[in-house]
């Protein structure tokens, strides 16, 4: 299969950064969201990234126009009738997925693989909601996208050797190294990352030790580069809240019950650095 225009839905953090990533080794991206604000976010992130790549010396100027110039942008799902494989990273809720999912069924080419980069619904259910269920995998990028190596590839019952064969090695192409993992909660990387974050935020609840104190034990004690709640910070905490009610529901086990003081930071907004505020203020 030649893949020559790849299709990214959504455009926060993790869409605009696999944005750059497909755009850097060469592909022409279009990315979507569902407004030009949302769009124009997306694409300044990159910037601001290349811009950083530029002053560091490891890209020139000139790359970092070739790299933005194969990136369109675009309000209307229809417009990723053009694109040979598409991935869908928007939020993490399984009613907006299933409806674009819907949505890109009718549009695109019927021999286009349609990707989920979702944390922690099950492949299986986001397929369903298609006529090609063989074509539906999950192609998991890790943040921030450019600098993380993991690909976690999903697939379903119905997933074809050839869809997992053609993401696997688009996922190389991508410098990425891709890990087979079968469609069951959070899939391997949330499924122990995410205990240990909450386990983190419940040492806070419990006040065993200040934010900082709880990072710098498990930066210096683990040797992990960032700790549980800067961490947090980082992927977002409504997405960190998902995936755990992703585990406690998918599981039926009570060990993945979300921490209340994560539900109370979520309900005030308090989403990490996206929103200026999560466990530290930014
Ligand atoms: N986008 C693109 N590039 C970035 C970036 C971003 N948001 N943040 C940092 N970088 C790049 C820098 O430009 C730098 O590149 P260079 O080496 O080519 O100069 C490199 O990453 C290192 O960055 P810094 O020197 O500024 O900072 P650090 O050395 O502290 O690294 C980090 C930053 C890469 C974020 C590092 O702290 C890290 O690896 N943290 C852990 C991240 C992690 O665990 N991610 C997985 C989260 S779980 C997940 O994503 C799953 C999801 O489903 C929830």
């Not at 469609?183 to 391997?188: G, T």
């Given at each position: 299969m030649n893949i020559k225009t790849f299709g990214v839905v959504g455009a926060g953090q993790m869409g605009s950064g696999i944005a750059q990533v497909a755009s850097t080794f060469g592909y022409d991206v279009i990315i979507h969201d569902i407004n030009s604000d949302c769009v124009k976010r997306g694409i300044d992130n990159i910037k601001k990234v290349l811009n950083k790549r530029v002053d560091k010396g490891k890209i020139t100027a000139e790359e970092k126009e070739k790299i933005l110039g194969r990136i369109k942008t675009s309000t209307?799902?229809?417009?990723?009738?053009?694109?040979d494989f598409v991935i869908e990273a928007a939020n993490e809720e399984e009613e907006i997925k299933s409806q674009i999912f819907k949505t890109l069924d009718s549009i695109c080419g019927k021999n286009v693989i349609l990707a989920t980069n979702t944390s922690s619904i099950p492949i299986g259910k986001i397929a369903s909601?298609?006529?090609?269920q063989d074509k539906i995998i999950g192609m998991h990028f890790m943040n921030p996208p450019p600098v993380m190596k993991l690909i976690e590839v999903v697939r379903c019952l119905n997933t074809s050797d050839e869809t997992y064969n053609i993401t696997r090695k688009l996922s190389e192409k991508f410098g990425k190294t891709p890990v087979n993992v079968g469609?069951?909660?959070?899939?391997?990387l949330n499924r122990i990352l995410m205990p240990m974050i909450n386990e983190g935020i419940f040492c806070l609840f419990t006040r065993i030790g200040t934010e900082k104190d709880i990072d710098t034990a498990m930066k210096l004690?683990?040797?992990?580069?960032?700790?549980p709640l800067e961490l947090a910070d980082l992927i977002g905490l409504d997405t960190c809240l998902a995936v755990m009610r992703n585990l406690y529901t998918g599981f039926n086990?009570?060990?993945y019950r979300p921490c209340p003081l994560l539900k109370r930071y979520v309900e005030a907004g308090w989403l990490g650095r996206k929103a200026g505020r999560g466990f530290y203020k930014y």
């Open positions: 209307d799902l229809k417009d990723m009738k053009a694109a909601q298609t006529n090609r469609d069951y909660p959070a899939f391997i004690g683990a040797n992990i580069p960032m700790g086990d009570p060990k």
